[in-house]
């Protein structure tokens, strides 16, 4: 089986740098990825990360931890159009993509 | 080019009814998804194929739920006899491959309304 967990929401001022986090637990491991969706959008992919380490895609970086079951993305500079959710989903052992609940991400002025 | 194309964009029916999803992929993908997403949640997985085979349907939540790829390109998702449980957002993905790093291209869904 497979379990994820992130804040489910998380407050920032524009401008600013923000990280959300993402625990998860799997009975195997075959990368972490990071898509973002907008209230009323389709889920767009942002990052994946099969090895340790952070990935970084302009203003967003994503980091993997494979020894502590965890990683996150970080935004920085954020702005305004930022606000959405966003979903660390891993693949299983039939390449599948699971989603967890996501973060719902506010960015205020 | 052309993303993932789903049809109809919205789908109202009468419970009982019998629907039939749509979705086109990305040209040249392999790999095809479909998800269902309720209000605030994440994609929760239904089934997918690779070319025309299913390789795993284990989120299909019963057998009025049934999913086909004939020709390895469009496929369709049916619900049967359809129930007010099932209004929700469909939403269909393809991908190049079903490899680690091939991410998945989501269309702009179906909304199902059963009444």
């Known amino acids: 089986g497979q379990s994820l967990e992130q804040p489910s929401e998380v407050t920032a001022v524009e401008g600013a740098i923000v990280q959300i986090n993402c625990t998860y637990q799997?009975?195997?491991?075959?990368?972490l990825s990071w898509y973002q969706q907008h209230d009323g959008g389709a889920p767009t992919f942002l990052s994946y990360?099969?090895?340790?380490g952070l990935e970084e895609t302009g203003r967003f970086s994503s980091f993997l931890s494979r020894s502590d079951s965890y990683g996150y993305l970080l935004l920085q500079e954020l702005q305004m159009k930022d606000s959405a959710s966003y979903f660390c989903?891993?693949?299983?052992?039939?390449?599948?993509?699971?989603f967890g609940s996501g973060t719902r991400l506010l960015v205020r002025p | 080019g052309a993303g993932v194309s789903q049809s109809p964009r919205y789908k109202v029916t009468k419970r009982g009814q019998d629907v039939a999803l749509r979705c086109d992929p990305i040209?040249?993908?392999?790999?095809l998804y479909w998800y269902r997403q309720a209000l605030g949640q994440g994609p929760e997985f239904l089934t997918y194929?690779?070319?025309?085979?299913?390789?795993?349907k284990s989120g299909l939540p019963n057998d009025r739920f049934s999913a086909e790829r004939p020709e390895g390109s469009i496929s369709t998702l049916t619900i049967q006899r359809t129930e007010q449980r099932d209004s929700a957002m469909y939403r269909c993905?393809?991908?190049?491959?079903?490899?680690?790093?091939?991410?998945?291209?989501f269309g702009n869904g179906t909304r199902l309304t059963v009444t």
């Open positions: 990360n099969a090895l340790d």
């Open positions: 989903p891993g693949k299983d052992s039939s390449y599948k993509l699971i």
């Open positions: 993905a393809s991908s190049l491959g079903q490899g680690n790093n091939s991410p998945l291209h």
């Open positions: 040209s040249g993908h392999v790999s």
């Open positions: 799997t009975s195997g491991f075959y990368g």
């Open positions: 194929f690779n070319y025309e085979a299913q390789q795993d």
